[in-house]
Protein backbone atom coordinates (compact mmCIF):
# COMPACT_ATOMS: atom_id res chain seq x y z
CA UNK A 1 0.00 0.00 0.00
CA UNK A 2 2.90 2.41 -0.32
CA UNK A 3 2.68 5.11 -1.92
CA UNK A 4 -1.24 4.28 -2.93
CA UNK A 5 -4.33 6.25 -2.15
CA UNK A 6 -6.49 4.25 0.57
CA UNK A 7 -10.73 4.75 0.74
CA UNK A 8 -13.38 4.48 2.63
CA UNK A 9 -17.46 4.58 2.36
CA UNK A 10 -19.32 3.63 5.22
CA UNK A 11 -22.03 0.44 4.87
CA UNK A 12 -24.67 2.72 6.56
CA UNK A 13 -26.50 3.86 4.18
CA UNK A 14 -27.35 7.33 5.64
CA UNK A 15 -24.32 8.67 5.45
CA UNK A 16 -23.73 11.21 2.28
CA UNK A 17 -20.56 12.57 1.38
CA UNK A 18 -19.46 16.40 0.38
CA UNK A 19 -15.63 16.17 -0.96
CA UNK A 20 -13.48 19.89 -1.25
CA UNK A 21 -14.75 22.29 1.58
CA UNK A 22 -13.16 24.98 2.80
CA UNK A 23 -13.21 25.82 6.13
CA UNK A 24 -15.44 28.30 6.10
CA UNK A 25 -18.12 26.61 4.07
CA UNK A 26 -17.90 24.07 7.08
CA UNK A 27 -18.98 26.95 9.25
CA UNK A 28 -21.44 27.45 7.06
CA UNK A 29 -22.74 23.87 7.02
CA UNK A 30 -22.96 23.95 11.17
CA UNK A 31 -24.62 27.35 11.11
CA UNK A 32 -27.14 26.31 8.93
CA UNK A 33 -28.04 23.31 10.71
CA UNK A 34 -25.99 20.19 8.35
CA UNK A 35 -23.74 19.25 11.09
CA UNK A 36 -21.01 16.45 9.74
CA UNK A 37 -20.84 13.36 11.41
CA UNK A 38 -17.27 13.11 10.48
CA UNK A 39 -14.99 15.51 8.95
CA UNK A 40 -11.29 14.65 7.63
CA UNK A 41 -9.07 16.96 6.42
CA UNK A 42 -7.51 15.51 3.22
CA UNK A 43 -4.74 18.36 2.61
CA UNK A 44 -4.18 21.62 4.27
CA UNK A 45 -7.39 23.90 4.52
CA UNK A 46 -9.31 20.90 2.21
CA UNK A 47 -11.77 18.76 3.91
CA UNK A 48 -13.86 15.82 3.43
CA UNK A 49 -17.47 15.86 5.24
CA UNK A 50 -19.60 12.80 6.17
CA UNK A 51 -23.47 13.94 6.65
CA UNK A 52 -25.07 11.45 8.62
CA UNK A 53 -29.65 11.95 7.78
CA UNK A 54 -31.74 10.36 10.53
CA UNK A 55 -32.66 7.39 7.55
CA UNK A 56 -31.58 5.80 4.88
CA UNK A 57 -32.20 6.92 1.32
CA UNK A 58 -32.79 5.25 -1.86
CA UNK A 59 -28.82 4.79 -3.97
CA UNK A 60 -30.55 7.65 -6.39
CA UNK A 61 -31.87 9.64 -3.71
CA UNK A 62 -28.89 9.81 -1.83
CA UNK A 63 -27.16 11.12 -4.76
CA UNK A 64 -29.77 13.29 -5.29
CA UNK A 65 -29.17 14.81 -1.62
CA UNK A 66 -25.33 14.38 -2.18
CA UNK A 67 -25.37 16.72 -5.42
CA UNK A 68 -27.82 19.37 -3.61
CA UNK A 69 -25.73 20.23 -0.41
CA UNK A 70 -22.79 19.97 -3.00
CA UNK A 71 -24.37 23.01 -4.59
CA UNK A 72 -25.20 24.63 -1.65
CA UNK A 73 -22.37 24.55 0.26
CA UNK A 74 -20.29 24.44 -2.64
CA UNK A 75 -18.43 21.15 -2.81
CA UNK A 76 -16.95 19.30 -5.49
CA UNK A 77 -20.11 18.07 -7.60
CA UNK A 78 -18.32 15.31 -9.37
CA UNK A 79 -17.70 13.72 -6.10
CA UNK A 80 -21.32 13.52 -4.97
CA UNK A 81 -22.14 10.12 -6.33
CA UNK A 82 -23.65 7.31 -3.71
CA UNK A 83 -21.06 5.40 -4.51
CA UNK A 84 -17.85 8.15 -4.13
CA UNK A 85 -15.18 6.94 -1.74
CA UNK A 86 -13.73 9.48 0.41
CA UNK A 87 -10.16 9.21 2.04
CA UNK A 88 -9.21 7.04 4.95
CA UNK A 89 -7.56 8.99 7.67
CA UNK A 90 -4.64 7.51 8.55
CA UNK A 91 -2.99 7.35 5.03
CA UNK A 92 -1.60 10.10 2.48
CA UNK A 93 -3.29 11.58 0.09
CA UNK A 94 -1.18 10.87 -3.37
CA UNK A 95 -2.25 13.63 -5.05
CA UNK A 96 1.13 15.87 -6.37
CA UNK A 97 -0.71 19.08 -6.36
CA UNK A 98 -1.37 18.35 -2.78
CA UNK A 99 2.40 18.08 -1.25
CA UNK A 100 3.14 20.21 1.75
CA UNK A 101 5.61 22.96 2.14
CA UNK A 102 7.82 20.09 2.80
CA UNK A 103 7.66 18.69 -0.22
CA UNK A 104 5.45 15.04 0.98
CA UNK A 105 2.42 14.06 0.64
CA UNK A 106 -0.18 14.98 3.46
CA UNK A 107 -1.92 12.70 5.98
CA UNK A 108 -5.42 12.24 5.94
CA UNK A 109 -6.61 13.51 9.03
CA UNK A 110 -9.78 13.18 11.63
CA UNK A 111 -10.80 16.94 11.99
CA UNK A 112 -14.06 16.15 13.88
CA UNK A 113 -16.02 12.97 14.79
CA UNK A 114 -19.48 14.04 16.54
CA UNK A 115 -21.05 11.16 15.22
CA UNK A 116 -24.50 12.75 15.62
CA UNK A 117 -27.40 13.04 12.70
CA UNK A 118 -27.38 15.94 10.82
CA UNK A 119 -30.13 18.90 12.49
CA UNK A 120 -31.76 19.70 9.21
CA UNK A 121 -31.24 15.78 8.18
CA UNK A 122 -35.67 15.10 8.13
CA UNK A 123 -36.24 18.25 6.20
CA UNK A 124 -33.65 17.03 3.84
CA UNK A 125 -34.79 13.47 4.06
CA UNK A 126 -38.35 14.36 2.79
CA UNK A 127 -37.36 17.46 -0.12
CA UNK A 128 -34.89 14.75 -1.25
CA UNK A 129 -37.80 12.14 -1.48
CA UNK A 130 -40.37 14.35 -3.17
CA UNK A 131 -37.26 15.75 -5.76
CA UNK A 132 -36.35 12.36 -6.43
CA UNK A 133 -40.25 10.91 -6.66
CA UNK A 134 -41.04 14.27 -9.08
CA UNK A 135 -38.36 13.30 -11.38
CA UNK A 136 -39.20 9.72 -11.69
CA UNK A 137 -42.82 10.95 -12.52
CA UNK A 138 -41.34 13.14 -15.05
CA UNK A 139 -39.59 10.47 -16.33
CA UNK A 140 -41.90 7.76 -16.79
CA UNK A 141 -44.33 10.26 -18.53
CA UNK A 142 -41.87 11.28 -21.07
CA UNK A 143 -41.20 7.29 -21.51
CA UNK A 144 -44.88 6.54 -21.68
CA UNK A 145 -45.00 9.67 -24.58
CA UNK A 146 -42.46 8.12 -26.45
CA UNK A 147 -43.68 5.24 -26.34
CA UNK A 148 -47.59 6.66 -27.40
CA UNK A 149 -45.69 7.93 -29.97
CA UNK A 150 -43.87 4.89 -31.52
CA UNK A 151 -47.46 3.21 -31.36
CA UNK A 152 -49.02 5.91 -33.44
CA UNK A 153 -46.40 5.57 -36.18
CA UNK A 154 -46.79 1.72 -36.47
CA UNK A 155 -50.65 2.03 -36.44
CA UNK A 156 -50.36 5.05 -39.31
CA UNK A 157 -47.70 2.53 -41.16
CA UNK A 158 -49.37 -0.47 -40.45
CA UNK A 159 -49.30 -2.89 -43.32
CA UNK A 160 -52.49 -2.91 -46.30
CA UNK A 161 -52.55 -6.43 -46.68
CA UNK A 162 -56.20 -7.85 -46.15
CA UNK A 163 -56.50 -8.76 -42.48
CA UNK A 164 -57.00 -12.22 -42.75
CA UNK A 165 -53.76 -13.13 -44.43
CA UNK A 166 -52.06 -10.74 -41.19
CA UNK A 167 -51.63 -12.03 -37.53
CA UNK A 168 -54.06 -10.70 -34.62
CA UNK A 169 -51.44 -7.50 -33.60
CA UNK A 170 -50.94 -6.95 -37.22
CA UNK A 171 -54.74 -7.00 -37.99
CA UNK A 172 -55.10 -4.83 -34.82
CA UNK A 173 -52.71 -2.13 -36.51
CA UNK A 174 -54.34 -2.35 -39.85
CA UNK A 175 -57.83 -1.70 -38.49
CA UNK A 176 -56.95 0.36 -36.81
CA UNK A 177 -55.04 2.62 -39.22
CA UNK A 178 -58.63 2.30 -41.34
CA UNK A 179 -60.15 3.46 -38.32
CA UNK A 180 -57.90 6.45 -38.21
CA UNK A 181 -57.62 7.25 -41.78
CA UNK A 182 -61.42 7.53 -41.77
CA UNK A 183 -61.67 9.76 -38.78
CA UNK A 184 -58.57 11.85 -40.10
CA UNK A 185 -61.02 12.20 -43.22
CA UNK A 186 -64.31 13.15 -41.50
CA UNK A 187 -62.50 16.12 -39.89
CA UNK A 188 -62.94 14.01 -36.45
CA UNK A 189 -60.33 13.96 -33.73
CA UNK A 190 -58.90 10.84 -32.82
CA UNK A 191 -60.48 9.00 -29.78
CA UNK A 192 -58.06 5.97 -28.86
CA UNK A 193 -61.22 4.60 -26.95
CA UNK A 194 -63.42 4.29 -29.75
CA UNK A 195 -60.51 3.32 -32.10
CA UNK A 196 -59.57 0.32 -29.79
CA UNK A 197 -63.48 -0.30 -29.54
CA UNK A 198 -64.09 -0.31 -32.82
CA UNK A 199 -61.31 -2.77 -34.25
CA UNK A 200 -62.59 -5.27 -31.25
CA UNK A 201 -65.82 -5.70 -32.54
CA UNK A 202 -64.36 -6.34 -36.03
CA UNK A 203 -62.30 -8.67 -34.56
CA UNK A 204 -64.47 -10.30 -32.22
CA UNK A 205 -66.93 -10.91 -35.22
CA UNK A 206 -64.10 -12.48 -37.40
CA UNK A 207 -63.71 -15.23 -34.40
CA UNK A 208 -61.14 -14.10 -32.12
CA UNK A 209 -60.98 -15.01 -28.91
CA UNK A 210 -61.32 -12.07 -26.39
CA UNK A 211 -58.33 -13.11 -24.64
CA UNK A 212 -55.86 -12.43 -28.50
CA UNK A 213 -57.90 -9.23 -28.74
CA UNK A 214 -56.94 -7.73 -25.34
CA UNK A 215 -53.45 -8.84 -25.72
CA UNK A 216 -53.32 -6.59 -28.65
CA UNK A 217 -54.99 -3.55 -27.66
CA UNK A 218 -52.59 -4.11 -24.47
CA UNK A 219 -49.48 -4.63 -27.03
CA UNK A 220 -50.38 -1.80 -29.92
CA UNK A 221 -52.83 0.65 -28.61
CA UNK A 222 -51.85 4.44 -27.99
CA UNK A 223 -54.73 4.41 -25.33
Known amino acids: ML ?17 DLTAAKLDEMRAKGYQPALVTETSKGNFQAWVMLPQSLAEDARSFAGKALARKFEADPASTDWRHFGRLPGFTNQKPERRNERKMQPFVLVAEAAGHICGMGQQ ?8 VARAKAEV ?3 RGEAEERRRLV ?3 TAPQPAPGRLGV ?41 AGEIEAAIIEHSPN
Do not use: C
Request: glycine share 8%; aromatic share 10%.
Open 169 to 209: GYQFLHLARQQVDQGKAAGRPIDWSNVDFAVAKILAGAGHQ
Open 3 to 19: GDDIYMRPEDTRFVMLD
Open 140 to 142: ARA
Open 154 to 156: AIE
Open 124 to 131: LVEWVEEQ
